[in-house]
């Protein structure tokens, strides 16, 4: 009589010849990848918001001035001082900024969480970030003090414009609707200035293009700094041809993503299409910065705090 054994159902083998069932194993693995989340935020606390990172790339302008050819533009932005308990991590960046040897410097707004007082501290470490050519500077949605109660609307105003003067303190060119220009051998290239605008509701619109652009003579190469990248698909690419290469921030990239050879990702991106790096249409580019600072998670992820420097090439 032949008899059966019966299977062990639902089981797996494992490596000591004892068994785990086929639910244990499941479980143990959903806790083992539940965790992934968890412990990568935890590594983002112990050094991402301060593992500063330089992007470097060379953009070609078909229209760029042959003096400009080789010209070196660093960007930087979201700075949100009031999150930096000391000013070490910022003298760092600074150190690295400066270290590249910009030929101009441009800053995408965000100075602040919410007030003035947050960058006082760090006053003397901003004012050695300089350039030959100078640092131009705009708000972003975070410095007008929109995120906090103040006691009167006076003190809001005064708020934001001691930040002004901040700007003005440390050296930076403040554009608020504005423009400059920025010359080279009796060539030159115009800058743009906007205050923040965004194609999104919940962020506010205080630029005005048309404000920044009066009186303004186009000049061959024309570069906007405009906090939301949301403003170069809503506005920027269909009324504004001249603008050439638009600057931006405000994303932080989420602070969490991942970002490795074949593989862009961040939750972002479901809000922001343009949300990190260079974006072209056209012939013409807008690059966002992945933020200096940080906000809210006291951390980065996979999305690391960055320096943008952008070399200019003759097309």
Known sequence: MITHKPEADNKLPATTGST????????????????????????????????????????????????FDGFKVLQISDIHSGSFNNGEP??????????????????TGDLVNNKSDEAEPYISILQKIKAPFGVYSTFGNHDYGDYVQWESAEAK??????????????????????????????????????QNWSAHLRFPKYGSMEKAVKNFTYAPVNILLSHDPSHWKAEVLAKYPQVDLMFAGHTHGFQYGIEIPGIKWSPVQYVYKEWAGLYTENDRHLYVNRGLGFLGYPGRVGILPEITVITLKKG
């Open 20 to 67: 785990i069932s086929r639910s244990d194993f499941l479980i143990k693995t959903g806790l083992i990848i539940g965790s992934i989340p968890f412990f990568s935020l935890i590594y983002g606390l112990l050094g991402g918001a301060y593992n500063f990172k330089i992007k470097k790339l060379n953009l070609t302008l078909k229209n760029l001035p042959p003096a």
């Open 90 to 107: 910022l003298r760092k960046a600074a150190d690295m900024i400066m270290n590249e040897q910009a030929d101009v410097i441009f800053f």
């Open 157 to 194: 105003v005064e708020n934001l414009e001691k930040l002004k003067r901040i700007h003005g303190g440390i050296g930076w060119n403040l554009l608020l609707d504005s423009h400059a220009y920025i010359e080279k051998d009796n060539q030159r290239i115009g800058v743009i200035g906007i």
